[in-house]
């Protein structure tokens, strides 16, 4: 089973400000990973897919990057909706699997 | 639009039996795989059973392989897990969701079971 660790576990910033969540697999996932975003009482939305492309209606503030073991996901600019708990998923291998997740916090 | 929407979710025993139900609309159901993807309170989320699109290949998170079986009626739009031997660590809000191909693009807004005496 391929482990995704993500990291930091809490992310303390302020609306304005860039965030950078990182997600690391235990081997190559090439580029079959995706990025989602989960608020309190919501279902998960994708935001990003095979490590960069934007799903529909994403805004342009959320990028991905990496291939292999290292991924990152950046805030640009962080909006006040932008807090919230956001999750890598691995698609290689079965079973998938689901980092632990990074929650972006107000600082 | 796509929708999806969970049903039956409940409070069972331990060793106890449910059947779930996700039923879809809004895009061809019989040509794409689905998921089932669970959240225990407090935690993350758990990649549970996929199905393909003409239901021949299905796969099982480990921790449920055994006990859950994931089915899918193409003539009524609607996807289905029953779960049998239930355990109190199967305790969680389920969701189904649509493969996209490259991700999971939809979801459906998820039904809580409660594995308790």
């Known amino acids: 089973e391929i482990v995704l660790t993500q990291s930091p576990a809490t992310l303390s910033l302020s609306p304005g400000e860039r965030a950078t969540l990182s997600c690391r697999a235990s081997?190559?996932?090439?580029?079959?990973l995706a990025w989602y975003q989960q608020k309190p009482g919501q279902a998960p939305r994708l935001l990003i897919y095979e490590a960069s492309n934007r799903a529909t209606g994403i805004p342009a503030r959320f990028s991905g990057s990496g291939s292999g073991t290292d991924f990152t996901l950046t805030i640009s600019s962080l909006e006040p909706e932008d807090f919230a708990v956001y999750y890598c998923q691995q698609r290689t291998n079965w079973p998938l699997t689901f980092g632990g997740g990074t929650k972006v916090e107000i600082k | 639009q796509v929708q999806l929407a969970e049903s039956g979710g409940a409070v069972v025993q331990p060793g106890g039996s449910l059947r779930l139900s996700c039923a879809a609309s809004?895009?061809?159901?019989?040509?794409?795989?689905m998921h089932w993807v669970r959240q225990a309170p407090g935690k993350g989320l758990e990649w549970v059973a996929f199905?393909?699109?003409?239901?021949?290949?299905?796969y099982y998170a480990e921790s449920v392989k055994g006990r859950f079986t994931v089915s899918r009626d193409n003539s009524k739009n609607t996807l289905y897990l029953q779960m049998n031997s239930l355990r109190a660590e199967d305790t969680a809000v389920y969701y189904c969701?649509?493969?996209?191909?490259?991700?999971?693009?939809?979801w459906g807004q998820g039904t809580p079971v409660s594995v308790s005496s």
């Open positions: 199905i393909r699109y003409d239901g021949t290949n299905r």
């Open positions: 969701g649509k493969d996209g191909g490259s991700g999971f693009d939809y």
């Open positions: 809004g895009f061809m159901f019989d040509s794409y795989g």
């Open positions: 081997q190559s996932v090439s580029s079959y």
